[in-house]
């Protein structure tokens, strides 16, 4: 069973995530260091470009948009050394790689659905094989603790 902490930091996540713009996707990244937030972090496009859903096609979304790892990586301006990322969706490739440069040491995520795992299995693993040579630990949080923690904060 997962720590209260860990399902804190998780819950913020998904309140960052619907921070997003993205009408497809929102992920949501929150790092932080002795139980206190380092960084919090949304997918969307950079600061001071225009984000209208009605101006660009999927593929020019993909190439101006930056993950939710990476806006939290910048906007903590500070060493990450030591730190855990707490990410509403497994990090791709190229954020694996900055989370591995960074020093943060934890990936929490949720377990991924079959149906995201057959959409992004083959990046997925690209990842969880970087972490693994890096010695980055991945916690996998079982979707049933999230599920009973969500279903007893609303009674």
């Given at each position: 069973m997962m720590s209260k902490w860990v399902?804190?930091?998780y819950q913020?996540?998904?309140l960052v995530s619907s921070?997003?713009?993205?009408?497809?996707?929102?992920?949501?990244?929150?790092?932080?260091?002795?139980?206190?937030?380092?960084s919090v972090g949304f997918?969307?496009?950079?600061?001071?470009i225009s984000d209208s859903v009605d101006i660009d096609d999927r593929d020019m979304k993909y190439l101006k948009?930056?993950?939710?790892e990476e806006n939290a990586i910048l906007f903590a301006k500070r060493d990450l050394d030591g730190c855990e990322i707490y990410v509403t969706h497994f990090p791709c490739p190229n954020c694996a790689a900055k989370i591995i440069q960074t020093g943060i040491t934890t990936v929490y995520c949720p377990e991924q659905s079959t149906d995201?795992?057959?959409?992004?299995g083959d990046k997925i693993q690209v990842?969880?094989?970087m972490f693994n040579q890096a010695g980055v630990q991945v916690?996998?949080?079982?979707?049933?603790?999230?599920?009973?923690?969500?279903?007893s904060n609303t009674r």
């Open positions: 399902h804190r930091f913020m996540a998904e921070w997003s713009k993205d009408p497809s996707t929102q992920v949501g990244a929150v790092i932080a260091k002795q139980n206190r937030i380092v997918n969307g496009y950079p600061h001071g948009t930056l993950h939710a995201f795992l057959s959409r992004w990842s969880q094989d916690c996998w949080i079982p979707l049933i603790e999230l599920n009973n923690r969500t279903e």
